[in-house]
Structures are given as C-alpha cells and as structure tokens.
C-alpha cells in the first residue's frame, strides 16, 4: 500500500489546494493565539473553532476536491486501472483523508502556537487534559473523514460534494435545537454534535467517555465500509 | 496454437434494457496489434473500460494473461498499460510531474524512468510548463508515456490517434509499431481513422451495436479485400470458358447479374479483353475495382446507412 500513499503524498505536495488549506491553518493558528482568553493553553486556544471548522469548511472540502477531482480529471480511471485494488484506494484515500485532516487542522497550528508561545513567552500547557484533548480530536477527525470521502466517493463531482458537505455539516447543528427525540439523538449520537463537548473531557463520566470514544469509532466502521462497498460496485465514467 | 495475452468470453455489459456489448468474444494474440473498429457508441470503449475494470460485466468473462478470478485479474492489470477515452492528466502539474505521480502509483522503482518515456514520446523538452496547457496531440503523447510506464505486456488505447495533427499521427504511428516491433508490446487500439489503422493493426475486430460481426486477421482482410476486375460481358457462359481454357484460370467469381469477378489478370484488363474478344464474346465493360478497409467495414456493418 506504500505505493498508494506515495502517490496521494505526491498529488497532495502538487495541489494548490494543500496550500490554500496550509494558508488558512496558519491564520487559524494566529487568530487563535492573539484572542485574548483568561486561560492561555493549546487546547482552548484551538479547539471549539478548529473542530468547527473541520466539520463544517476544511474537511469537507478537502474530501469533496480531491477525491471528486480524481473522477473529473479522470486520474481515479489510472488508479483503478494500475493494478491496485479498489479497496486498497479506498483506504489509502480515507487515511490521508484523516492525516491530512490533523496535520491541517492541528499539526500546523500547534507548531506555530508553540512557536509563537516561545517568541511571546506564554506558557503552553502539555498534560493529559491536553494529550486526551488531541486523541479525542483525532478520533473525531478521522470519522468525518470517513463520512466525507463516502459522499465524496458516492457523488463523485467536486462542486455537488462540497456543497453537499458543508451543508451537511451545519445540518446536525441546527438539528440539535430541535426537541423531543431527535434533538436527543443528534446530541448524543452524532459525531458533529459530540465533538463539541471534548473540552469538557475533565467532567467525564466512564458513560461519557465511553460514547465519546465508541461513536466516532462505529462511525468510521459504519461509513467506512459502506464507502468500501460503494467504491467496489461503482462504476467510473 | 495461439498464446493470447487478453480474451473475452461472452462479455455481455447491459445498462438497464441497452446493451452496450451483447455477447462479445475477441481474442487477442502475444505480439499482435489489434484494431478494434466501430462507429461511435458501437460498444468499443465500453469494451476497454470493461478489459480495464472500470465497468463491471453483466455476463461473460474476461482472461489477462490467463487470469480470470476478479483478485487475479486486479493484479494481471499490473502488466498492462491504459489510455481510455482521453489521457487522465492532473492539469496543474508538468509532464514530468504527471508521469512521476503515475510512476509512484504503479509503484515502479527508478526515477529515471520518467525521462526516458518523455524522450520517448518527444515531450522532454516541456519543462514546467503545466498540462493543462498542452495541445491535444501532447496531451495524447503524455497520456500515452503514462500507459507505458511499467514496462507493460500489453497496452490498451482508446481513439490514440484524436486530436493529433497528420505529423503526431505519423509520429504515434511509428512510435506504436516500434513498441510492437522492438519491444514485443501487444496493442489494443480503437480508432476511427481506419486507414491509420490498416498501417499497423494484424488483426481486426469489427463492433457494431454492441456485437463484434468479426474478427479477421490482416492477411485474411487483404484477401478479401484485394483488387479484382468486373467484367460485364454479352455470354456469361462462353466467357467463363474462356477465362478457363484460355487464360487457365479460375480464380473468378459469377454474380447473380451475370457479371464476373476477376481475381487475377488484374493488371492485364487489355490482354483479357482482347482474349475474350477473339474468342467471340463481346466485352459491355472492364473495370478495376476493390474495397478499401473503410469500405469493407461499411458493407460489414450493413452499408452507408448505418453510417
């Protein structure tokens, strides 16, 4: 599987889109850092906004553009045809999907956060709140990532995907308002909803933990698979 | 008997009640050049994209390299080298670029492959100049670097020649035949420009609605299609005597109308005219004639009007 991932490192090194999303980490990075906040440490820093905008813009945006620029540039009919199999394409789409996914949305701006911290002198707080903060935040990443490159591999066509996830993203929050049964599972089982809370992971009971580690989890099993199945039954134009 | 590196056995690919190939078996030999020929929609690039593993059979099977399970035709593909439709390129990245983000995902070791297959296509003087700004004909010539990478067996073409100007298609043309010549490389190509094609292909697969009508080596298409003379005559009967007995022949064929072609002498229309005349049968009319191979699919597939 090396192969593959050398090859979407490649295309990603050479895609102007890696950089606008490097570009927009930085500036994450720093208006993050210079909000004035009672609490200076990484995780508050980055967190409510980041996890927002990784459900929202960059994820699925980065899922809907590259995967979907594959079907339209006709370059996924190479990767079909090259003697790899559709599965393992799958996967290697959805790992660097959620790589990616971390590198841009915390491996950058916490470099820089730690960088700007040693220029401006703040203390960066690096425990175990902050460490359960990030695995946590990973978790969650790589289930959206799973949830997007399943449109994406279903619509295959960059336009209808990024609209198509983005307005997915903000559906679950809107739902969450709603009463009744509905707003109570969106609250408790939906990934975009339950990523929200990992601030609060110093009050966790064992239940909470428990959801929040076992909701992202079955959502990259579930999404993952049908995302396998529907790539291994679709046929590329 | 015959070491065929791709078959197809029944292949049959329906799309709801439309079907895009109906029962297609073709048969393609090591170190054979095969054209596939068939109107647009006739079921040729559905047939590639089917060889390819982009599409999916309905019915039928098809044998790479003698693998016929799905896992082992995944990995029989490794040997093989693909242009379907047009060349898949990532339009922000030069040529080189293009061919190493391919080289990587095929796996293939050695950077230095990559300039190599841009001398060979005539691309090494590209520099950065990105892909999405190529002519068509460079276009091609990438799309078809990139099919090569790998040192393939066999390499499936889909309509090569599009798009290239009369220079490119002599240039691709040369570049084919070296590559089957020299290399041993067996080629599936598609194309429209069937006297393009007749400069290369050794064999011949005819498609039409779906249905291959034939397939015909290039020695058999040569037969059929060589140069004869009509000869319209006053006694069919007399005549044929004639052609036996006097010009010790019989490689002539009687039509239903009477007229009679004639196989050989076919240079020599004076000399049968002559004979025939004095052996007192009056000659209406002698003509040269023989069908190209454009006009031998056309009478294949029914005639000008399904053209």
């Known amino acids: ?237 | 008997m015959n070491d065929f590196i791709l078959r197809t056995n029944n292949l049959t690919k329906q799309y709801k009640k439309f079907k895009a190939n109906d029962d297609v078996s073709i048969s393609i030999p090591k170190g054979a050049i095969y054209g596939l020929i068939g109107q647009n929609g006739a079921g040729k690039s559905t047939l590639i994209r089917l060889i390819n593993g982009l599409a999916f059979p309905s019915s039928g099977k098809i044998e790479l390299f003698r693998k016929r399970n799905k896992r082992d035709l995944v990995e029989a593909r490794k040997k093989m080298g693909s242009m379907i439709e047009r060349p898949a390129l990532f339009p922000n990245m030069s040529a080189y670029d293009n061919l190493e983000a391919h080289r990587l995902l095929k796996g293939i070791p050695g950077k230095e492959v990559v300039s190599k297959l841009l001398e060979v296509v005539g691309l090494e003087n590209t520099g950065k100049k990105k892909a999405k700004n190529f002519s068509l004909g460079m276009k091609q010539r990438l799309g078809l670097a990139i099919a090569l990478l790998g040192d393939p067996e066999i390499l499936i073409l889909d309509e090569p020649l599009n798009g290239l100007d009369p220079l490119g298609v002599v240039e691709i043309r040369e570049l084919l035949k070296k590559l089957n010549q020299q290399y041993g490389i067996t080629i599936l190509i598609s194309s429209h420009v069937l006297g393009e094609l007749q400069l290369v292909a050794t064999h011949y697969g005819i498609i039409h609605q779906g249905k291959l009508i034939e397939e015909i080596t290039a020695e058999a298409l040569e037969e059929k299609c060589q140069s004869y003379l009509i000869l319209k005559v006053d006694n069919t009967n007399l005549a044929v005597t004639v052609l036996e007995n006097k010009l010790k022949t019989t490689a002539f064929e009687v039509m239903a109308d009477g007229v009679i072609k004639l196989f050989n002498y076919v240079e020599k229309s004076g000399e049968v005219s002559g004979v025939l005349f004095s052996e007192g049968v009056v000659v209406q009319e002698v003509s040269k004639q023989g069908e190209s191979l454009e006009d031998y699919f056309i009478n294949k597939i029914g005639g000008n009007s399904n053209v």
Not at chain 1, 78 to 98: C, D, E, M, Q
Not at chain 1, 126 to 153: D, E, M
Request: hydrophobic residues 55%; charged residues 10%.
């Open chain 1, 1 to 237: 599987m090396s192969n593959l991932f050398s090859f979407e490192w490649f295309t990603l090194r050479k895609s102007r889109f890696t950089y606008v999303l490097m570009a927009l980490a930085v500036l994450v990075a720093f208006v993050q850092f210079f909000t004035p906040r009672d609490v200076v440490s990484y995780p508050a820093l980055f967190q409510e906004q980041v996890m927002f905008m990784a459900i929202t813009i960059l994820l699925p945006c980065f899922a809907g553009l590259h995967i979907a620029t594959g079907f339209s540039q006709g370059t996924m009919k190479n990767s079909v045809a090259s003697g790899n199999s559709r599965l393992r394409i799958y996967l290697t789409k959805l790992w660097v999907h959620g790589l990616g996914g971390i590198i841009f949305l915390y491996g950058i701006p916490m470099l820089i956060s730690v960088a700007l911290a040693f220029l401006v002198g703040h203390p960066i707080a690096f425990n175990l709140y902050t460490l359960q903060i990030l695995g946590l935040s990973a978790l969650f990443i790589f289930a959206f990532a799973s949830i997007n490159a399943f449109f994406a591999f279903w619509f295959a066509d960059n336009g209808i995907v990024s609209v198509f996830l983005i307005v997915l993203g903000f559906t679950p929050l809107m739902l969450n308002e709603y009463p009744g049964l509905l707003g109570e599972l969106v609250t408790n089982y939906l990934p975009h909803i339950l990523s929200m809370n990992i601030l609060n992971v110093a009050n966790f009971t064992s239940a909470d933990w428990m959801r929040m580690i076992a909701v992202p989890l079955v959502t990259i099993l579930i999404f993952g698979s049908l995302g396998a199945w529907l790539f291994g039954r679709k046929e590329i134009k």
